[in-house]
């Protein structure tokens, strides 16, 4: 079988996102079930220049996210959006013409149809749902757009979230409608989606497939925390730990903030150091005695979660950082309550001091986590299948193939 992934961006040689891990762990699973996978998507403009995978058909350098961009770019990027009736997160992308993304995308020859990868790229363009489609939702992004703007800290930015909360949500029940397969990446986001219990909704665990590093014995900080922190829903994780968590932990213990910020950061105690973006986020999560999985909101899964425990690292995690998560490792603690997620934390780092033993093996984790994620995709591609051969039997060999190649408004 010949698939077409078509993401907003490229997968990247060093994966730094959350999003770009989760990418590189799907195509990497389809692939392991002898999917000939073709690539098509836009590349960072930070990273021009940079080969772009073989066998791919990149359409362009984009700039995407929030960290960065400056006022004027922001203010384009809205009233594109506002002028195309389309999300800002889909706006983003719509620059390329029907005929000319239809053209790029024959360059892969035939295939039995797309991948489409997150809701960005589809809601762009949405005639790509003419052709056999199985979807990947790496979030629910309605929600996560409805608590953007609960937490908005103005009536301007709480009205813009609300206007993308509505637009998501009519793009997510367009897309789940139309795609042949609904993939999510925990089971609450079937539901999320409307598709509790429906067969062709099929969650997938996820993997970041580094294999668990030899410990060094570096130890940089007591706590370490790491994330998109431009991204809304991690942001209010970081927030609620700044001023709920970090004001009660011991003043003796360090805590080292590591991941893109959109502006400057806030004003915090001297224990409390923020690095920006690391280059090596593994070296990061192994040098902190315990990591701190603060996440309060969102959806889909954490992918720094799944990190830390294929790397064995003992945590404190919020019940919101466990999504997708089935087993939880012997040296992780839980907590929602800011003082008890304090003491857990303090608790831990004493323990990691004294040479508790705290660090596991975190492969047997990591290779149930992908024997999960190869039964998901493999079962999405049955299901793929008996939906494509039923429609060829019914209506010969490509024939959603043509509406989209011909023109159809669709």
Not at 42 to 51: E, V
Not at 300 to 308: F, P, S, W
Request: aromatic share 6%; charged share 20%.
């Amino acid at each position: 079988m010949h698939l077409l992934f078509v993401s907003s961006l490229l997968p990247s040689e060093n994966p730094t996102t959350g999003f770009e891990l989760a990418n590189r762990a799907i195509i990497a699973a389809y692939r392991r079930q002898g999917v000939r996978l073709s690539l098509a998507g836009f590349r960072r403009h930070d990273r021009g220049g940079t080969a772009v995978p073989a066998g791919s058909i990149c359409l362009g350098d984009i700039a995407l996210e929030n960290a960065g961009a400056g006022r004027v770019q922001k203010a384009r990027w809205l009233a594109s959006a506002i002028a195309r009736g389309l999300p800002v997160t889909a706006a983003k992308l719509a620059g390329l013409s029907r005929r000319h993304l239809l053209a790029r995308l024959a360059e892969a020859g035939p295939f039995d149809g797309l991948v489409l990868n997150s809701l960005q790229m589809p809601t762009a363009y949405p005639f790509l749902t003419a052709f056999p489609a199985i979807f990947v939702a790496h979030n629910v992004e309605h929600r996560s757009a409805e608590e953007n703007a609960a937490n908005a800290g103005n009536r301007a930015t709480r009205l813009l979230y609300r206007r993308e909360a509505a637009l998501l949500k009519r793009a997510e029940a367009r897309l789940c409608r139309e795609a042949a397969v609904v993939h999510t990446l925990s089971a609450e986001d079937g539901a999320g989606l409307g598709l509790a219990g429906d067969p062709k909704c099929v969650p997938l665990a996820m993997t970041v497939g580094h294999g668990r590093t030899a410990d060094d014995g570096r130890r940089d900080h007591d706590i370490g925390l790491i994330g998109t922190w431009s991204w809304a829903p991690n942001r209010v994780g970081l927030d609620w730990f700044l001023a709920e968590v970090a004001p009660r932990l011991p003043s003796d213990m360090t805590v080292a903030i590591a991941g893109r910020l959109d502006g400057p950061p806030p004003a915090t105690p001297s224990n409390i150091a923020f690095l920006g973006r690391v280059d090596d986020a593994q070296r990061f999560v192994r040098a902190s005695r315990v990591l701190a999985l603060a996440t309060k909101g969102g959806t889909g899964v954490q992918l720094k979660t799944i990190e830390a425990f294929e790397e064995g690292m003992p945590a404190v995690a919020t019940p919101q950082a466990l999504r997708g998560v089935a087993a939880l490792p012997a040296n992780v603690d839980v907590a929602d309550d800011p003082a008890a997620f304090a003491a857990l934390l303090a608790a831990r780092v004493a323990a990691e001091r004294e040479g508790g033993g705290n660090r596991l093996d975190g492969s047997d984790f990591a290779a149930s986590q992908q024997q999960a994620l190869d039964a998901g995709i493999a079962a999405g591609l049955a299901h793929f299948s008996r939906g494509l051969a039923f429609e060829r039997r019914m209506f010969g060999e490509g024939a959603r193939l043509r509406p989209a190649l011909a023109g159809d408004p669709r």
